[in-house]
C-alpha cells in the first residue's frame, strides 16, 4: 500500500484535491492489466467524493479518461499512466487493500446503509496522498 501511495503522491499535481485523490487511489488498486476499472455508483458513494468533480480532476491531470459515466450505475475509467502496471494490477490482495481504504474508519454496520460522509478513512488516506513538498 504504501508504494502506491508514494505513486501517488508523485504522479498527480499538487492541485488534485483530496477528493480525487482517494478516487485515483480505488482506481490504481482495482484497475486490471488493461489499465481499465469500474467503480460501481455504492463505492462511489461510499468514497464520499463528489465522483463527477474528481473524475474531471484526474482528466485534467490527464491521469484518467472516462469510459463512461460517472452516472447512476458508477463509473468506468481508463487509466494513462503505464507505469502503475508495474504494481501488479488485479492481484487479489490489492483488492483486498481498495476495500480495507474504504472500511477503515466506518462505524459498525455502516457500509452499504445510507449514511453522512463522515468518513474517518477518507481523511486519514486524504493524508496519506498528500503532493510532497518540493524543495
Known sequence: MGEILSYLAAALPADVSAG???LALQCALRMN????VELRAGLLRSLCVDPVQACRELKQARWASMVNGPGAAGVALELRDATLLAQSPARPDRRRAADWALRTGSPAGSVGQSRSCDCRASISLRGAIRPRQRD
Open 20 to 22: 480525487a485523490r482517494l
Open 33 to 36: 492489466a488493461y489499465l481499465h
